[in-house]
């Protein structure tokens, strides 16, 4: 934090504008050094970059940040030179000349949060806007940045914290004779705390959609049209069709958009018993896919097969993938019928039947598709984004106060509440960076890019 750093802050290649950004304690003598004054603050001021021999080495504009009230809450200085390598390149060395180093990626972010400019939260928020995929992942990375869901863990934490100085005070105090276990109050603030952490829950469920996408994975036996839906869906020949059964091999990757929701979409080798040993790694890796999905599109050949159900199909799909729930299946080569598409809903299933090939249904299909993995629309401004960091820690400590009011209600045990409520106020705590661990913050900030 003594250091001061520098980076380029605009994205390789050439450009009419380039951004060298500085920042730290140094930071107004290399300004001074670079253009020869001190340049009105947060004004932008069109001047010579000099050499130092004091020749010219570009002109552009400088904007200089006084701390507190800068990104880093550090000095910052801001370089917006013509925008070639060579030139960005000659400029950060000048810098770097004059007693600053290069800065690691994300270190620009990490001063933020370590100057307590942004939370933990605002700061993931930063790299999600600059990755977001969607108009609807820009707006929720827009609202965790202005803090919402920040307010939402903070107030969390308050209410969490009330608690526990109730209870610990009651249990300090015990000559007061009071018996503050049956008290109506404790029991119904766990029970509001609970509420409250399932419906942060549920909403940063959302968020992680919108950040990392649906993991889909298109499954079913050769020949099904696993292949000719992969490339309908995405409207590119990303996967070989041929009529040869087991053409799939391995596991073939695309990224489309429905509505904004980011799909990441897996085909699959073709499962049927084989010996080839090939085809045995690939089915063995469609499996593997299966458990880590979100959702399973199950192709079924409608001119082949007698069956719809999946569980007659695959006795062990229950086995194979974590939410039985979120499974479509998908009745294929209806063209060969002579049917219309139509959709129909089972109980632990839902049935498209369509034609990849003449793409009769794909409408139906990707409407379905973003219905069953429960993503809404953001028109009105709720949706935030998160990561799942954010939901294992919500999950611990929803655990936490679960096996809490447990302790209160079946054992009396307040010391043990009390613990409870500690551990799930540290898990809160860890989303916006209140209670962190060194490792964690490492992995976080190596994400970023150099130069934010």
Not at 341 to 367: C, E, M, T, W
Request: glycine share 8%; net charge negative.
């Amino acid at each position: 934090m003594n250091d001061t750093i520098a980076a380029i802050a605009t994205p390789p290649g050439r450009g009419g504008v380039g951004i060298v950004r500085v920042s730290g304690p140094n930071t107004k003598n290399i300004c001074l050094s670079i253009i020869g004054n001190i340049p009105t603050p947060r004004f932008a001021n069109y001047t010579t970059f000099k050499n130092a021999d004091q020749s010219q080495l570009d002109q552009g504009l400088c904007i200089f940040f006084i701390g507190p009230k800068s990104f880093t809450g550090e000095d910052v200085l801001e370089l917006h030179a013509h925008g070639g390598p060579v030139i960005l390149d000659m400029l950060l060395r000048r810098v770097l000349e004059l007693g600053a180093r290069i800065a690691r990626a994300g270190e620009f972010s990490e001063r933020a949060f370590l100057n307590n400019k942004m939370d933990l939260l605002q700061v993931e928020a930063v790299a999600e806007l600059i990755n977001a995929s969607s108009e609807q992942a820009v707006m929720a990375a827009t609202r965790s940045l202005q803090g919402d869901f920040s307010k939402l863990i903070n107030d969390l934490v308050e209410s969490l914290i009330r608690l526990r100085l109730y209870v610990e005070a009651a249990i300090d105090f015990p000559e007061e004779e009071i018996n503050f276990l049956a008290d109506a109050h404790i029991t119904d603030s766990l029970r509001a705390l609970l509420a409250q952490v399932i419906n942060i829950y549920a909403q940063a469920q959302q968020g992680v959609l919108l950040s990392e996408g649906v993991n889909a994975v298109i499954v079913g036996r050769p020949n099904a049209g696993k292949s000719t839906l992969l490339n309908t869906l995405t409207g590119e020949e990303t996967a070989i069709v041929t009529p040869i059964a087991g053409t799939t091999r391995d596991t073939i990757r695309a990224k489309i958009h429905i509505d904004g929701v980011l799909v990441n979409i897996v085909d699959t080798a073709g499962l049927r018993e084989t010996d080839d040993v090939v085809e045995q790694h690939g089915i063995a890796r469609a499996v593997q896919a299966m458990a880590l999905a979100d959702l399973i599109l199950l192709v079924v050949d409608a001119s082949s097969e007698e069956t719809t159900n999946p569980w007659v199909l695959y006795p062990d799909l229950k086995h194979q993938i974590k939410n039985i729930s979120k499974i479509i299946v998908i009745y294929n080569k209806i063209d060969q019928l002579g049917i219309e598409p139509y959709i129909k809903h089972h109980d632990n299933y839902i049935l498209v039947a369509i034609s990849a090939h003449q793409k009769f249904g794909i409408d139906i299909l990707r409407d379905q598709i973003k219905k069953i993995v429960g993503v809404t629309q953001c028109a009105d401004g709720s949706l935030f984004l998160a990561r799942r960091r954010h939901l294992d820690a919500l999950n611990r400590a929803r655990n936490s106060l679960e096996l809490g009011k447990q302790q209160l209600e079946y054992n009396a045990a307040g010391e043990l509440l009390a613990e409870e409520l500690k551990q799930a106020q540290q898990a809160l705590s860890e989303i916006t960076g209140q209670f962190t661990s060194d490792d964690l913050l490492g992995r976080i900030f190596s994400e970023f890019c150099i130069g934010k």
